[in-house]
């Protein structure tokens, strides 16, 4: 099972920041929070991801709690083209590439 | 950046076919691949690992006999679905992530297999 928790929906209006929560209170001390999108019908976009300290890319920016119990994605300016199902996924560490388990995700849609 | 590529996009089928599907890492060598199914309106499903040069790990609940999957180079991942059937209609989705590079390297996804059964 997922090891996290998102909200099922979410909106936002164009040219806003989009901040998308996600619960994940049984991380453990050595498993990444990452973040990933889907757009209809494609295959799932890797976003960010990190461990415990904050992060950002050309992208996003992740905040993660200082607990590691929750964490935010942020898309600063979100555009029509960011409307996508977004998966907040803790990696679980198997082998050398470390399975997903993607949980139901958040949808967001951004609005005009 | 990384780069995955799935063939074919989409295939429709007899039931009763067996239909392959690849996965490439086009600018990357990928010792483990994973492969999804997802369908409508649900998330995705993690069915298997596919290792380089060993047999695959299934996830619970995925035959092994029915879905084969073969990973001959670090490059490439195919899975078959033998003697397919209506219910197996769904959209395959592979993954891979960077060699050697640690655990916390990202998968990057391909863009998926539309199969249909009639």
């Known amino acids: 099972d997922a090891k996290t928790t998102q909200p099922t929906s979410m909106d936002c209006a164009e040219g806003r920041a989009a901040n998308l929560p996600c619960n994940h209170s049984?991380?453990?001390?050595?498993?990444?929070v990452y973040w990933y999108r889907q757009i209809h019908s494609q295959g799932p976009q890797y976003i960010i991801h990190?461990?415990?300290n904050n992060e950002t890319n050309e992208m996003a920016s992740l905040i993660i709690t200082e607990d590691r119990k929750s964490s935010t994605l942020i898309l600063p300016h979100a555009t029509l083209r960011d409307t996508a199902v977004y998966y907040c996924?803790?990696?679980?560490?198997?082998?050398?590439?470390?399975?997903?388990?993607f949980g139901q995700g958040t949808e967001l849609s951004v609005k005009p | 950046g990384a780069v995955v590529s799935q063939h074919p996009s989409w295939v429709i089928c007899k039931s009763g076919t067996s239909v392959k599907i690849e996965c490439r890492s086009l600018?990357?060598?990928?010792?483990?691949m994973f492969w999804y199914r997802q369908f409508p309106k649900q998330s995705l499903m993690l069915m298997a690992t596919?290792?380089?040069?060993?047999?695959?790990?299934?996830e619970q609940g995925v035959e092994k006999d029915k879905f084969l999957i073969n990973h001959a180079s670090l490059t490439l991942s195919t899975l078959t679905v033998t003697s397919a059937h209506p219910e197996d209609s769904s959209f395959y989705i592979c993954?891979?992530?960077?060699?050697?590079?640690?655990?916390?390297?990202?998968?990057?996804f391909g863009d998926g297999t539309r199969l249909s059964i009639l």
């Open positions: 049984t991380i453990s001390g050595n498993e990444y």
């Open positions: 993954s891979a992530s960077r060699t050697g590079w640690g655990s916390n390297q990202p998968q990057h």
């Open positions: 990190g461990l415990k």
């Open positions: 600018d990357f060598q990928a010792t483990t």
């Open positions: 996924i803790v990696r679980v560490l198997y082998n050398q590439g470390g399975k997903l388990i």
């Open positions: 596919s290792n380089e040069g060993s047999k695959a790990t299934y």
